[in-house]
């Protein structure tokens, strides 16, 4: 019986290890998944973004002809000096946003063979899942109990030998010498 539930928790063990889960990956690998698969989308959308802001005659443009104009006019009158401050504020914003989506814009790439690895991976999450527990951490807790089992399995001799040692030593201690 011991020998089963050896090789059974070993098989366990080493299954759980091989896979080196972390809590909170499925969650990261669905996202990084759901970005693969719509990469055309996200593409598509967040040129169309960057365009509508930074092209030609497109926001940036009218938002700095709208402040150079309140500008201009704040000079005649001073009560419009907010309102340039708001309109310098949202150019400067919509500027530094339109230079963040040209640079992401430029790292995007789709990478089908990602695609797979990241696919694969969260199936054997969910392998793992439907064998040993519900959540990342629940496996984490089986696997840190199937290891103080097998080692208490494996090392049950020693054990016994140990606490025989303390009983002699402690018979020893309650004899009465005459």
Known sequence: QNSKMIY?????????NEDSIEIGEEEGLEE???????????YERLNTAYESISGDS????????????????????KELKPHYETIATSFYSLQDTAHELRKTLDDLEFDP?????????????IALKRKYGQTTEDILIYRDKIAD?????M??????????EKLNNVEKDLEIEP
């Not at 926001?59 to 005649?76: H, R």
């Not at 090392?155 to 025989?164: H, V």
């Open 113 to 125: 063979i990602r695609l797979d690895f990241v696919e694969g991976r969260i199936a054997e999450l």
């Open 155 to 164: 090392n049950r001799d020693e054990r016994l030998f140990a606490d025989q």
């Open 149 to 153: 089992q097998l080692d208490e399995l």
């Open 8 to 16: 059974l928790y070993s098989f366990q063990l080493k299954e759980i």
């Open 32 to 42: 990084e998944k759901r970005k693969l698969q719509n990469f055309s989308r996200l």
């Open 58 to 77: 497109r926001a940036l443009d009218w938002v700095g002809s709208a402040m150079s104009d309140i500008e201009d006019a704040a000079i005649v009158d």
